[in-house]
């Protein structure tokens, strides 16, 4: 949904006709020191108590001075050097730019215009990642762990917005540094956002939501502010002049309001359920798709200039753009078209039948991104053929499991184990055809299983590669560690289990329902921590004894740095702490294992 800098609305609209209402030329008003630079030493606590961040957004940046009406996309560019290898795709020739980045794994969701040289791509990865026209460097950052769906670029180019999303329940804001990789605050709503901007020159945040307020709007440190004396409604769209608020409601309102008295200017009735708003022309036209076609609206008198019968509406235009720019689905299958307007490009294919999700323009081209994760620079010819350029693509290696090496890093991925090097560089592959997601090093070779049920622990030798199954386990697996070479094994179903792990036999099992986790630290005694109002137990081995620790919070994982050193968190609920525990085993006397222990860190939660 759209958003961008409105610099053409009236001084005094009330004592103008509507008609006269965008007749100056479109202006972009530089931000001032923002209201949200100024708050941020005085707010950097909240902000930094409010937790992470991402469909349709505009172009932020409007020209700097006052320029006519322009297109920037389906114009002759200028001829450039570029690779000479291509493979021709039904009317389009596809190559590769020369700084290859990562694909978004599970598609694009968004791609946004920065600047007329700049970009954001986001993705379903969580992902973020600008691009610098025209060798597309990309600088990326993963911001969230689920989908990017919404951004917007504040007017300074440093700051950006993101609606992030895990497509239930979890709905987040948050405002980033971009240059610092840093977030300025984060909000949480009940309600999916359908709409993010920038107004009154990077002043204010507005959120469209989809509740019955239908806006919340944000000063620089995230709180909340009133603007709207009424409720408008579920808002797809907001912008913003010198003076004047505009937004565009799904139920086809469209409402101005002077922000600095918070008053209604004016109301009036379009077009409702518009896809994907956005404005063009300087501001003077709202463009939106709805039922086969793309909509042309005067923005000062909601009065439809023109409709185009459309197959679909990707939309691709600029704020300054004269005309609507649009990509769409052609009549064969995975075939598309650029449109400008009535005009049109020749049909064009994408590599892997790769379906167009987003898009926008950057100088003379087109940016598309797909549902298979891959960025397209499209140009048209004078012959209306369609050139394409990939400007990602590079598989990445997703880490299951990572543990430490002597140097660098053991990680499990895609079915292998690798080994990276600290110092960077290339990784090598240890052992392939690994079935399991998790992995614990043991002497020449790995512990290997997974997180789900009735798992196989097996082990697999670097040397040989061969592959051994050690264990079967019954039930979920909770916690994992090795001693010497014995394998402790945790499942909170049915008990705790030490398998010897040359044999490849179970050597001990403690019964019991609730467990969380173990430890061997001798020989002869297991740590574990357990549900219950006394969640420290040690188990004896050999005489088969459990000696039960008092303890008054609820004991979460341990590890020992040595046979007598064990840590674990203990999280005290009624107090809203949690602790790192440190203390040190009495194993020749277990009923005083916690004679010497120790907070080392304390958070409250």
């Known amino acids: ?15 103008r006709a509507a008609k006269d209402v965008f007749t100056e030329p479109a202006r972009f008003y530089p931000s001032q020191k923002s209201t949200l630079e100024s708050a941020r030493s005085d707010t950097s606590e909240s902000e930094n108590a409010s937790s992470s961040v991402p469909s349709h957004s505009q172009q932020e940046l409007a020209p700097d001075s006052a320029a006519p009406a322009r297109n920037s996309v389906l114009s002759p560019a200028p001829p450039e050097r570029r690779e000479k290898q291509g493979t021709a795709v039904h009317g389009a020739e596809v190559t590769r730019a020369g700084a290859v980045s990562p694909r978004f794994v599970g598609g694009l969701t968004k791609i946004l215009a920065a600047s007329d040289h700049t970009f954001f791509a986001a993705g379903n990865d969580g992902f973020l990642t600008q691009y610098t026209y025209p060798d597309y460097k990309p600088d990326t950052w993963q911001i969230t762990p689920v989908s990017i769906k919404h951004c917007a670029v504040h007017p300074d180019r440093a700051r950006i917005a993101v609606y992030e999303t895990d497509g239930r329940n979890y709905h987040r804001v948050s405002v980033w540094n971009w240059r610092t990789k840093e977030i300025l605050f984060a909000k949480r709503f009940t309600a999916s956002v359908v709409s993010l901007s920038w107004i009154v020159q990077g002043s204010f945040l507005s959120v469209g939501t989809a509740s019955r307020e239908g806006v919340t709007v944000l000063d620089g440190s995230g709180n909340t502010v009133s603007l709207f004396s009424e409720e408008p409604g579920v808002v797809l ?5 010198p003076r004047l608020v505009l937004s565009y409601a799904e139920s086809g309102r469209l409402t101005y309001v002077d922000y600095s008295k918070k008053t209604t200017v004016k109301r009036l009735l379009t077009e409702k359920n518009l896809l994907s708003p956005m404005l063009i022309h300087n501001g003077a036209h709202l463009v939106g798709y709805r039922d086969q076609r793309v909509y042309v609206i005067q923005s000062s008198s909601g009065a439809v200039l023109t409709e185009y019968p459309a197959r ?58 797909t549902d298979r994760g891959i960025l397209y620079e499209l140009q048209q010819g004078d012959d209306r053929r369609v050139t394409i350029r990939a400007l990602n693509g590079e598989r990445q290696i ?95 179903f049915s008990g705790v289990s030490v398998v010897d792990i040359e044999r490849g036999i179970r050597v001990f099992f403690h019964k019991a329902i609730g467990m969380q986790d173990s430890l061997l630290i001798t020989d002869d005694v297991i740590v574990a921590t357990q549900s219950g109002l006394q969640p420290l137990v040690l188990l004896h081995m050999r005489t088969g004894e459990t000696y039960t620790q008092r303890w008054e919070a609820i004991c979460l994982g341990v590890r020992a740095h040595d046979t007598q050193h064990v840590y674990f968190f203990s999280l005290d609920t009624n107090a809203g702490t949690t602790d790192l525990i440190h203390f040190v085993c ?20």
């Open 1 to 15: 949904m759209g958003c961008c800098t409105l610099g053409l609305f009236a001084d005094s609209v009330e004592k």
């Open 586 to 605: 009495n194993c020749s006397n277990p009923q005083k294992v916690l004679c010497d222990a120790s907070s080392l860190i304390r958070m409250r939660i």
């Open 398 to 492: 997703y880490a299951s499991d990572v543990h430490g090496a002597d140097e660098g890093a053991y990680f499990l991925a895609d079915g292998s184990l690798y080994h990276s090097m600290a110092s960077g560089g290339p990784y090598r592959v240890l052992v392939r055809g690994v079935k399991g997601t998790r992995f614990l090093p043991y002497r020449d070779g790995f512990i290997v299983w997974s997180a789900g049920k009735e798992t196989e622990f097996l082990h697999c030798a670097q040397k040989t590669s061969q592959h051994r199954m050690i264990y079967r386990a019954r039930s979920t697996v909770s916690g994992v560690s090795v001693y010497g070479r014995m394998l402790v094994i945790t499942e909170p």
């Open 237 to 241: 769209l907001t912008a913003s002049g």
């Open 312 to 369: 679909s509406a990707c939309f691709a235009h600029t704020f300054s753009d004269s005309l609507p720019v649009w990509i769409e689905p052609a009549e064969l299958k995975y075939h598309w078209r650029i449109r400008k307007a009535a005009q049109r490009s020749a049909d064009f294919m994408l590599p892997d039948n790769a379906r167009i999700t987003s898009a926008c323009s950057v100088r003379t081209r087109v940016i598309v991104g």
